[in-house]
């Protein structure tokens, strides 16, 4: 099975890096990580990873702009955006559902049912 | 001379009396007359009687004499029955002879008679003793002898008969006379007395009975009215004196009569004066009215005047007058004190009198007609000089105590008078000050009898709140307008109410009811007790107050659900910034403690129950943030009219699949058809699943739970149903009811009155947020809806919802 390239974009570098490990330990994946939203786009351009983990509450540029950045840009366009934050309101669910993210998914989230719902949205855009 | 009535009776009486006696002497007397020759005749009745006794015995004994001469006589018995013929002889002879009425000369004639006798029966007992003597010559003899002697003895007694007899008829005769003549001195006795009892009764009706009968018919004349009237009785005894003091007597009840009269003229005028001044009428007025029946006093001329002393002092001014000249009416006009007679009445203070015109009369005129006066001064109560009537009199008029009196009466009235009519003059200018001011007053104000709770005076703010004319509230009960809630039962005089300041209703003639506020006080008028209420219209007033309450409350409710928005509002920011703040650590310690699971799985088992432990914690500190939010969330819901029912159902099938409730056995009793409720239907479902996950966990060893819903009214007043501010639903509204009933362990009463708390949870430090039923109470009460649960221990739970129908 191909090993799936997953970007992950969180201010808090230790989720990131914690996120990283976990998948990774499960031998499916190769995590990346961002700490914001700039430095996310960048890295999502440059390596073309088959889903994003994006956090929405970062300083600078949050989730939902560098969502829509990544959705309007044609190079990260394809790419399936997972919004996985500790911000849970309908308002900032439908405002994802807008910007085209794939999936929404508030944390603390155990690493099984990440890998899971991962899985899942890789599996729909095939 | 007077002869007294007892002496004349007894006079009278004394010659009936001596009459009497006279006449009853003559009747003894000529009765006794009568007597005497009756008892003389019976004297000689019976002197008759024993005459003829002696005669016919002299006669039987002549017989035997006789029979001597025939032959064969001489017999045994012819001898016995000649000795018993002699025997009777001799005791009539005898008889006589003892009797008392004979007088001398009858007795000489009897004894002549006996002697005769004697001689006869000497020959006749010479001849018995003679044997044979029948045809004895000697015998023949003796018996011719025998019989001349016989012969002249029956002759004397014969005589001595018709002496008798003659005298027996005189006597009879003298006897006839006396009867007669008592006959008619009886008669005559009768007649004089029939006479004198006329007489008597003539006297006692001349001299008694005719007088008394006049007096009485005269007196009866006197009491008919006929007061000229006198007795004329010549009589000079009592009755006569009778009549004089009767006549004295009339002529001082004719004098009293004149004097009640008088009295009575004086006390006629002095009630029409009374009368006078109790009539509404100007002070000049009742001051000529006064005089005008004043002056027909008989004592005084039909003229005069009033004075008053008006601003200026001492001076008297002819206010009113009757009768007076034109002169007069003009020099009088207006008298200091001290001039003419009326000035020095004023200045005496004392009624001053005169009989004609003397110096005192200063005010006159040429050819002023003579006349007295009386000029009486009218003086107040506080001794102030008021004014003076001055009447008219005829010249030569006495001055008289009485006369006196009555004008001192008289002033006294018009000194009533005329003080009472200058205080009203006084209230009168203050009535009208005080009508100006009621009459301006913008407030209403009635006048009500208190006993009577007739309407007597409104003023014109009354009249236009009432809204009819004046006389149409005037005389009517005052509940048809004042009180109309009240009717016979006055809230200040029957129920003692304090009415002062109260909000009441004015009922207007077009039926409106007007806002009152109203004020009463009880007045006394003329002696009477009145209502006065005063009442502003506070309609308007009402009304702005009803709109400001209005507005209020919807402010309030506004202020509530900013308050409650607000409050949901910052624990929504609240929430939602600790839910990132927390949730970020949480999802490092969870995908950490993922991590360490992956690395130690299976090895180190205490690790590993620490991990799990951990992982729990980070899951309950997640729930309560979602609980957080949840709560916070609240406050946006998007209402739509929704079928209960079917948000029911996707709430048991939610359950159903999320939580393992195999074995729970649930039961719909959903009413069909019935009318859909405004809900947002995601917090409605909310409210279901957390009312019947509470219910599953009650029955960790299974049980039952029925779901009922209807729409019904609502009838009974409770907590958040009825007319109250904060009800949310009125009592008789529909409203759609669900309920979800449990066979669980049940809710103490206690934890009941918490259970609605929010963080309360008898689940324990794993099991809830204690946010699930505070939260469905929220979502409740943002629906308009009411949440209750009713709970016994050991039977179950049931929880009510009742929820507002969707408006067409």
């Given amino acids: 099975m191909k090993i799936k390239r997953i970007l992950t974009i969180d201010d808090e570098v230790n989720f990131g890096r914690l996120i990283k490990l976990n998948l990774e330990l499960t031998g499916g994946f190769k995590v990346s990580t961002a700490t914001s939203g700039r430095q996310g786009i960048e890295l999502a351009k440059k390596i073309k990873p088959d889903l994003i983990l994006l956090d929405i509450l970062m300083p600078e540029m949050n989730g939902f702009e560098t969502l829509e950045i990544l959705k309007k840009d044609k190079d990260t366009a394809g790419i399936p955006v997972v919004m996985l934050t500790a911000k849970g309101d309908e308002a900032s669910m439908a405002k994802v559902k807008q910007l085209c993210g794939e999936l929404y998914v508030t944390k603390p989230i155990e690493s099984s049912e990440l890998k899971a719902k991962i899985e899942w949205v890789l599996k729909k855009k095939g | ?808």
């Fill in chain 2, 1 to 808: 001379m007077r002869i007294k009535i007892e002496t004349k009776i007894g006079g009278v009486l004394l010659i009936f009396f001596i009459e009497l006696v006279i006449f009853m002497y003559f009747v003894a007397a000529f009765n006794n007359r009568y007597d005497q020759n009756i008892h003389r005749l019976r004297k000689m009745t019976e002197k008759l009687q024993s005459v003829r006794s002696l005669q016919i015995s002299l006669l039987q004994a002549s017989m035997p004499a006789n029979d001597f001469l025939i032959p064969g006589g001489n017999s045994r018995d012819d001898q016995e029955n000649c000795m018993a013929i002699c025997a009777k002889v001799e005791s009539s002879i005898k008889k006589i002879e003892n009797s008392k009425f004979y007088n001398a000369d009858e007795k000489t004639l009897i004894k002549h008679i006996n002697k005769k006798y004697m001689e006869f029966e000497d020959i006749a007992s010479q001849i018995f003793s003679m044997p044979g003597a029948i045809g004895n010559i000697e015998a023949g003899k003796l018996m011719k002898k025998m019989d001349a002697i016989a012969d002249d003895v029956v002759r004397d007694a014969e005589n001595f008969y018709r002496f008798i007899y003659s005298e027996a008829e005189r006597i009879e005769a003298e006897s006839e006379t006396a009867k007669v003549l008592l006959s008619l001195v009886i008669l005559i006795g009768i007649l004089v007395n029939i006479i004198f009892i006329l007489g008597l009764w003539f006297f006692f009706k001349h001299t008694i009975s005719s007088p008394i009968t006049y007096l009485r018919d005269t007196a009866l004349e006197i009491a008919h009215g006929d007061i000229e009237k006198r007795v004329d009785i010549k009589l000079k005894d009592e009755i006569g004196e009778l009549g004089t003091v009767f006549n004295y007597m009339v002529d001082a009840l004719k004098a009293s009569e004149e004097d009640i009269r008088q009295n009575y003229q004086v006390q006629e005028i002095l009630n029409t004066l009374l009368k006078i001044s109790l009539e509404d009428l100007s002070l000049e007025e009742v001051l000529k009215k006064a005089l005008v029946h004043l002056t027909p006093w008989s004592k005084v001329m039909p003229k005069g005047g009033i004075f008053l002393v008006e601003d200026k002092p001492g001076v008297l001014v002819l206010k009113v007058q009757q009768g007076l000249s034109a002169e007069i009416q003009t020099i009088c006009a207006a008298v200091p004190f001290g001039r003419c007679l009326c000035g020095k009445a004023a200045l005496s203070d004392e009624i001053v009198f005169s009989g004609h015109i003397d110096e005192r009369h200063e005010n006159q005129y040429k050819d002023m007609a003579q006349h007295g006066h009386y000029c009486i001064p009218i003086v107040s109560m506080d001794k102030k000089m008021l004014g003076v009537i001055v009447l008219y009199l005829e010249e030569g008029h006495q001055v008289d105590d009485k006369e006196k009196e009555f004008l001192y009466a008289v002033v006294n009235i018009l000194t009533g008078i005329i003080e009472r009519k200058k205080v009203e003059d006084e209230l009168k200018k203050n009535e009208a000050y005080l009508t100006i001011i009621l009459n301006s007053l913008p407030v209403g104000m009635v006048i009500i009898d208190s006993e009577t709770c007739v309407i007597i005076e409104a003023n014109p703010a009354a009249v236009k709140m009432i809204g009819v004319d004046k006389n149409q509230i005037v005389g009517k009960p005052c509940y048809q307008y004042i009180c109309p809630a009240e009717k016979g039962k006055c809230p200040v005089r029957d129920l003692g109410q304090d009415v002062n300041g109260s909000e009441r209703v004015l009922l207007k003639a077009n039926g409106d009811r007007l806002q009152i506020l109203k004020a009463v006080i009880s007045i006394i008028l003329k002696g009477r007790k009145y209502f006065l209420e005063s009442f502003i219209d506070i309609t308007d007033r009402k009304k702005a107050e009803e709109g400001l309450r209005e507005a209020y409350m919807k402010l309030k409710e506004m202020q509530d659900q900013l308050i409650q928005a607000e409050k949901l509002n910052a624990v929504g920011q609240l929430a939602s910034g600790v839910a990132h703040e927390v949730r970020n650590p949480l999802g490092i310690i969870l995908q950490g403690v993922n991590y360490l699971e992956k690395r130690i799985s299976g090895k180190e088992e205490d690790v590993s129950e620490i991990l799990i432990m951990l992982k729990d914690s980070v899951k309950r500190a997640d729930k309560i943030i979602n609980a957080l939010l949840d709560f916070s969330r609240a406050a946006s819901l998007k209402m739509e009219p929704e079928d209960v029912n079917s948000i029911l159902e996707t709430s048991v099938s939610l359950v159903k699949t999320r939580f393992n409730l195999a074995n729970i056995d649930i039961k719909m009793e959903t009413k069909k058809d019935m009318p859909r409720v405004l809900a947002d239907k995601n917090k409605l479902e909310q409210v279901f699943i957390n009312m019947l996950l509470n219910a599953a966990q009650a029955m960790p060893n299974g049980g039952k739970i029925i779901i009922r819903s209807c729409d019904k009214k609502l009838e009974k007043i409770t907590n958040g149903i009825g007319r109250r501010e904060n009800d949310y639903f009125q009592t008789g509204e529909n409203a759609v009811i669900v309920e979800i009933e449990d066979t669980g362990s049940g809710i103490s009463e206690e934890n009941l009155k918490k259970i609605f708390d929010p963080f309360f949870t008898t689940k324990g430090p794993t099991g809830g947020s204690g946010l699930g039923l505070s939260v469905s109470r929220n979502i409740v009460s943002m629906h308009k809806g009411l949440i209750d649960i009713k709970s016994q221990i050991g039977k179950g739970t049931t929880v009510t919802i009742i929820l507002k129908i969707a408006q067409r």
